[in-house]
């Protein structure tokens, strides 16, 4: 799933509005609506602004560490 698609879910199922959530994080309302939309590269920072009020957490994960799922490519 695409990070801009689960920030919206998780926002919508929060009944936060974009202008909230803007608010809330600092971030501004035109790159949330661009992380949603999928044509903004956010960095670290602004995601995790964003993640905190959502109450979700950035996590990286080695994948060559990672167990392999089934139908991974391995990209």
């Known amino acids: 799933m695409e990070i801009?698609?689960?920030i919206k879910n998780r926002r919508q199922t929060l009944r936060v509005t974009q202008q909230a959530l803007?608010?809330?994080s600092g971030v501004s309302v035109r790159m949330i609506k661009a992380?949603?939309?999928g044509y903004a590269n956010?960095?670290?920072g602004t995601l995790?602004?964003?993640l905190n009020v959502l109450g979700l957490q950035?996590?990286?994960?080695?994948?060559q560490d990672a167990e392999p799922t089934p139908g991974d490519q391995g990209l």
């Not at 950035?58 to 994948?63: A, F, H, M, S, V």
Request: proline share 5%; aromatic share 0%; glycine share 10%.
């Open 42 to 44: 956010p960095s670290v």
């Open 48 to 50: 995790e602004k964003i």
């Open 58 to 63: 950035l996590t990286i994960i080695d994948r």
């Open 35 to 37: 992380i949603e939309g």
């Open 4 to 6: 801009g698609t689960l």
């Open 22 to 24: 803007s608010e809330m």
